[in-house]
């Protein structure tokens, strides 16, 4: 997560509540000089940065360190090492807004921003539009009003996002991107029952186990097993976070027969067991 400068800063963290797509916090920094993150820079949700004014420096995982100004937008991916640094004689200010949810990433990848990271000179784009809606929306606070605006808006910034800087199409296509399209559908739709598991999907579809690992790795990069506990997992996270209520309650809601088991689920996944993840602010 974004660490606050010492300079017209502001931090907000948001208590929204939507599977698919959820806005875990926004800010904004005025940087000084050479100013760079300090904190964990893998961070474990998406972190997409717009920048209003000045300059300074981008680089993540396996990728050139470049240049980006006032108008440029970058991306800091789930669980990619990413470093930026704002300028020595221009530091950048720039907004952020915080993603986490299972069509996030299924949205950036549809994007140029998701396989580059960074886009430039957005600041005429309907995309950088709806951005800075959706951050002004944010900004007011929770109300019913407010909620839906705010998942209006995130959805209209990815739709924009992915229609004026699209990204390469799909590897995987025809047939195998339908089987695809059913396959995520049907675990999205299930995942909160303990009968919904791989091999009950491979039956209702009528697809080999094999099969389906290779389209799930090649379209989603994630077994369809890894995909089944992200979406149990991830929620999970969202009523740890928002509820006060039992750990059974919530291993059974997410698809666990018995709380130990999703426990131990929930430590693989997230590195925390789930009463020590309630406590931890992030």
């Not at 920048?51 to 789930?78: C, E, H, M, W, Y």
Request: proline share 4%.
């Amino acid at each position: 997560m974004e660490e606050a400068s010492i300079m017209d800063s502001e931090f907000k963290n948001l208590n929204t509540n939507h599977l698919e797509s959820n806005v875990l916090f926004i800010g904004q920094d005025s940087c000084p000089p050479n100013y760079f993150f300090r904190g964990n820079n893998v961070r474990s949700n998406y972190v997409l940065h717009y920048i209003l004014a000045g300059q300074g420096t981008f680089s993540s995982a396996n990728r050139p360190a470049v240049s980006l100004k006032r108008g440029d937008v970058f991306l800091l991916p789930k669980d990619v090492p990413c470093f930026y640094q704002a300028d020595g004689q221009q530091p950048w200010t720039y907004l952020w807004i915080g993603f986490t949810g299972t069509k996030i990433k299924t949205m950036l990848d549809g994007s140029k921003l998701g396989s580059q990271r960074y886009l430039r000179q957005v600041q005429d784009s309907q995309f950088s539009q709806y951005l800075n809606r959706l951050y002004d929306t944010l900004k007011c606070g929770n109300s019913l009003a407010n909620d839906i605006l705010a998942e209006a808006l995130t959805y209209q910034m990815f739709y924009q996002l992915v229609t004026e800087f699209p990204g390469k199409a799909s590897p995987t296509g025809g047939k195998a991107q339908q089987h695809l399209q059913l396959a995520q559908s049907y675990l999205e739709q299930n995942y909160r029952y303990s009968t919904c598991t791989v091999a009950r999907l491979c039956e209702h579809l009528g697809l080999s186990r094999s099969y389906l690992y290779t389209i799930f790795k090649k379209g989603l990069t994630v077994s369809p097993q890894g995909y089944l506990t992200r979406l149990r997992m991830e929620e999970a996270r969202q009523l740890l976070r928002a509820s006060t209520a039992p750990v059974r309650e919530i291993a059974s809601g997410v698809g666990y027969h018995d709380e130990f088991t999703f426990s131990k689920a929930f430590k693989r996944y997230t590195g925390f067991s789930p009463s020590a993840y309630r406590q931890t602010r992030y």
